[in-house]
Each structure stands twice: as structure tokens, then as C-alpha cells.
């Protein structure tokens, strides 16, 4: 990973150029050395969880993790009361959200519509309705 930051000066130039970064084990490992690198080419990087949010990132757009617990909880009484694991069905993750670092985005130059600051986020239910929170992120 870190023998790819050349990589990130090589595409920064252009106007068209942005930076998404997938769930893996790397991202997880080089968080803080990712956003850092992309924040001097003001390149503008969406991530799969709102930890590089909270760490300097611009977005993340991904499962509201704590929805999926919660959810998860919900598997674990049924297979303590008796359920074989096997037969409970596999449950695709219903709510997601979308976290934005206002301070971020006005150092990359946007300008943001804002009710909170530093972070809004909204969180969508698949097939419902929305609901809306602010976080300190």
C-alpha cells in the first residue's frame, strides 16, 4: 500500500479525478496514511465506513453498522432457542448511511449545505422511508 502513494500524485492533477476505497484489510491498516495522502492533492475520497470520516476523510457511504448488530442479536435468540443456524435466512443490510466531514469538504473547496457541523448523516432504511441525525464526527 504504501509503495502506491505515487499512485495518488500521478492522478491527482486531473479535474475529473477522485479516489473510492473498498473494505479491505489494507485500507483498514493504512487508514490514516490514505486520507492523509489524498488530503494534499485535494483529492476527493469516498470510504466504505465512517471511522476515516471521524479520522479526516470526506465521505463514507456504507451499512449502518450498528443496525446490522443489532440485527445480528436478533439471530442469536433465535438460534439459542432451538433455530439450526442453517436454516435461518441470509439478511442483506436494510440501513445504510451516508457521513460527510464538512470541515473536509470546505478545505477540498466544496461548499456544503449544512444544518450541524462538523459531520451530517443520513441514514437510509432500503425501501422506506429516511430518517436524519447529526454526529460529531
Known sequence: ??????????????????????????????????????????????????????????????????????????YVNRILKGKKPADLPVQAPSRYELVVNVKTAQALGSRCRHRCSPARTRSWRTGGTSSEACSAS
Open 1 to 74: 500500500m504504501i509503495s502506491r502513494a505515487p499512485l495518488l500524485q500521478s492522478r491527482a492533477p486531473g479535474n475529473n479525478s477522485g479516489l473510492i476505497v473498498t473494505a479491505s484489510p489494507g485500507a483498514a491498516i493504512y487508514r490514516d496514511l490514505i486520507i492523509k495522502s489524498a488530503a494534499p492533492h485535494k483529492l476527493p475520497t469516498v470510504y466504505y465506513e465512517r471511522t476515516f470520516v471521524a479520522a479526516g476523510g470526506l465521505v463514507s457511504y456504507g451499512p449502518d453498522f450498528i443496525d446490522q448488530y443489532r440485527r445480528a442479536a436478533g
